[in-house]
């Protein structure tokens, strides 16, 4: 996009339809005139709001294409991974915010990255429920291919505890509880998330409700009426996971976990919210693999019996001796959760 001159910008601008009607009539009839350097009016729309930094630092690099898929158009740059990028936009039609997750480029040829990435994209469309982020839309547009998801505003748990020190023991139960919830869905669907972690689970803003996200390492076990299925694109051997919270046999195998995998990660998650550091830290993944097999953590000083037999039955070594379902341990742990905690989303 060229960027030699003010009306060559606000060319730009309305071609890509980087500003909603309103903004560009009123940026052609009354801001516009007022600008005859670029950057300068660029800063402008910046304080107002209508462009964000990371819009103009695009625009500036002449990348203005790479801020439209179809109808969105990307806000804010939220994070990457391995196979893909997460971006803010907004959806031009719907009038909405949402989260747009793009898989690289140059691994849309890669076999096993763009498998994974349609097997992410299969198991997020097919989750509905309050405490797990909620998929809306999987058209590729051209080459570039991606799924948009509900923009969930809050901090993530991690970050939370971070910040602020471990939570009383009434908002990490509800936490807990909620993750619970959202994961019992998810294992009704045959869905095993495989990175259960804090950072996986976050409080929406100015509510109490608590959402599971990044399904990135899900593996579908079985779909309804079949039998448990094999995951084609977890190498025998490969290390599943983050070394945190990952369980005993998951470490091992990651490709014959079941939900109990998921508990025992929701457990160390919960021990994260309680004290302020995960089960095990410090060493290598492998160090901290072979203390999830054979070490107990520190005790938490001060946790009352029940929680605490709550907490070392979800970190049970063998996955027989966990609370067999999510919804389970939803139950068990209920009692010490705030009264009335919401679930619902906004």
């Known amino acids: 996009m060229p960027l030699g001159s003010v009306a060559s910008f606000v060319d730009g601008l309305r071609n890509k339809r980087l500003l909603r009607p309103m903004q560009l009539d009123e940026l052609t009839r009354i801001v516009q005139p007022r600008f005859s350097d670029t950057t300068d009016l660029a800063k402008e729309l910046v304080r107002r709001g209508w462009l964000t930094v990371y819009q103009v630092n695009q625009l500036f690099q002449e990348n203005g294409q790479e801020l439209v898929l ?30 747009v997750k793009v898989i690289y480029a140059d691994l849309v040829s890669n076999t096993e990255a763009f498998g994974r990435f349609q097997r992410e994209l299969r198991v997020v469309t097919r989750l509905a429920h309050p405490n797990v982020v909620q998929a809306i839309d999987d058209n590729p547009v051209g080459n570039a291919h991606f799924y948009a998801m509900e923009f969930v505003e809050g901090s993530d748990m991690g970050k939370l505890v971070q910040y602020g020190g471990p939570l009383p023991v009434d908002q990490a139960c509800d936490a807990v509880r909620q993750a619970a919830l959202g994961l019992q869905h998810a294992h009704e669907l045959g869905l095993v998330h495989r990175d259960i972690k804090p950072n996986n689970l976050v409080r929406i803003a100015d509510t109490s409700v608590v959402t599971i996200l990044d399904f990135g390492l899900a593996r579908l076990r079985f779909a309804p009426g079949q039998t448990a299925t094999g995951d084609m694109l977890t190498a025998e051997g490969a290390m599943i996971g983050t070394a945190d919270y990952v369980s005993p046999e998951q470490a091992r195998d990651a490709r014959q976990v079941d939900i109990r995998a998921d508990i025992y990660s929701l457990g160390c998650t919960f021990y994260y919210l309680l004290s302020g550091q995960p ?68």
């Open 70 to 99: 179809g109808p969105y158009r990307l806000i804010d740059f939220l994070g990457k991974g391995g196979v893909s990028q997460v971006f803010k936009a907004w959806h031009t039609q719907r009038n909405q915010v949402v989260a």
């Open 279 to 346: 089960p095990f830290p410090g060493g290598s993944f492998v160090q901290k693999a072979f203390k999830h097999q054979t070490a107990q953590p520190t005790p938490i000083a001060g946790l009352r019996p029940e929680v605490a037999a709550i907490l070392t039955k979800m970190m049970a070594k063998q996955p027989e001796a966990r609370y067999q379902t999510p919804s389970e341990l939803a139950h068990a742990i209920g009692p010490f959760c705030p009264p009335a905690a919401g679930t619902k989303k906004p």
